[in-house]
């Protein structure tokens, strides 16, 4: 069984930073393009940021200034720095896997920015 395990969230003042995890396990994430989405409450689920296999990333314009995705496939570990945090910030940030058939998610972290 896949399971995509988020971690980092939290409480964050505007201005900070945060680094999300998103660990898995029953896969090796090295050959898929992995992904950061976010939603809100009343909101469908928002692309952030994602990286292919090779590396090449790509990013929503509002955040792309300011965030960094990237993967340790040693750890088979996907990552996402967000820095400069802002309230509208604030969501549940899930991670996924695509593959050619399937998208798998996370749980999600909660991400509050909030002074």
């Known amino acids: 069984q896949v399971l995509l395990e988020e971690s980092g969230g939290g409480l964050v003042q505007p201005g900070g930073s945060l680094r999300l995890s998103c660990t898995a396990s029953?896969?090796?994430?090295?050959?898929?393009?992995m992904g950061w989405f976010r939603q809100t409450p009343g909101s469908g689920r928002e692309f952030v940021a994602q990286?292919?296999?090779?590396?090449?990333?790509h990013y929503e314009d509002s955040i792309k200034d300011r965030t960094i995705i990237s993967r340790d496939n040693a750890k088979n570990t996907l990552y996402l720095q967000m820095n400069s945090l802002q309230p509208e910030d604030s969501a549940v940030y899930y991670c996924?896997?695509?593959?050619?058939?399937?998208?798998?998610w996370g749980q999600g972290t909660q991400v509050t920015v909030s002074s």
């Open positions: 996924a896997l695509f593959d050619a058939m399937t998208t798998t």
């Open positions: 990286i292919t296999r090779s590396g090449y990333t």
């Open positions: 029953g896969i090796t994430l090295s050959p898929y393009t």
